[in-house]
């Protein structure tokens, strides 16, 4: 069974940089067949798609937080990661990693709350 | 790029059937057959219910169906259940490599 778990720091201070990754168990991330990518809620609200990587690095991110959004992908560790940069406190939320196919966002993360504070 | 637009709230009784619209624009709902609906309970992640418009998981309740006519897809639930109740989100590829969520709905069985 696929598991996907994210881990990184739960608080992180303004204009900082938010790093997360999540590691994969239970399947290969070099998977031909997937992507795997980034979703955010932030309390009480909606979700979000932040972006969405492939085995082999090449990535495509939401238009309103490209400039600040970096991905990529460790498939020796089995692992992919979330930089976002610039932080506010808009950017506070719960991240979800997830793989995704055109078949939708089959498995997820249990998600971690990240909140943007001094 | 916008949401795509859900109503906020949506009711039903037990047994009863509801539909839950979502609507986008001709750079994603109008264009693909990727559009995919998560349920999503109280402190839990998202999960997959439809994937492609209108096909189910494995271990998704028949009950469960989605449809799409233009701009709109829409997700039915026959029979409604208490374990029903819950925040339900449509997801759609858009034009250019990316992807788009609704803004949630909000399923209370009376």
């Known amino acids: 069974q696929l598991q996907l778990q994210e881990s990184g720091p739960g608080l992180v201070k303004p204009s900082e940089t938010l790093s997360l990754t999540c590691t994969v168990s239970g399947g290969s991330i070099g998977s031909t067949t997937y992507y795997w990518g980034w979703i955010r809620q932030p309390p009480g609200k909606g979700l979000e798609w932040i972006g969405s990587?492939?085995?082999?690095?090449?990535?495509y991110h939401n238009p309103s937080l490209k400039s600040r959004v970096s991905t990529s992908v460790d498939t020796s560790k089995n692992q992919f990661s979330l930089k976002l940069s610039s932080v506010t406190a808009a950017d506070t939320a719960i991240y979800y990693c997830?793989?995704?196919?055109?078949?939708?966002?089959?498995?997820w993360g249990q998600g971690i709350l990240v909140t943007v504070s001094s | 790029q916008s949401a795509l637009t859900q109503p906020a709230s949506v009711s039903g009784s037990p047994g009863q059937s509801i539909i839950i619209s979502c609507t986008g624009t001709?750079?994603?709902?109008?264009?693909?057959?990727?559009v995919s609906w998560y349920q999503q309970h109280p402190g839990k992640a998202p999960k997959l219910m439809i994937f492609e418009v209108s096909d189910r998981p494995s271990g998704v309740s028949h009950r469960f169906s989605g449809s799409k006519s233009g701009n709109t897809a829409s997700l039915t639930i026959t029979g409604l259940q208490a374990e029903d109740e819950a925040e339900y989100y449509c997801c759609s590829y858009v034009t250019g490599s990316a992807w788009v969520f609704g803004g949630g709905t909000k399923l209370t069985v009376l």
């Open positions: 997830a793989r995704h196919g055109d078949s939708g966002y089959s498995y």
């Open positions: 001709a750079s994603d709902v109008g264009s693909y057959n990727l």
């Open positions: 990587m492939y085995y082999s690095g090449s990535a």
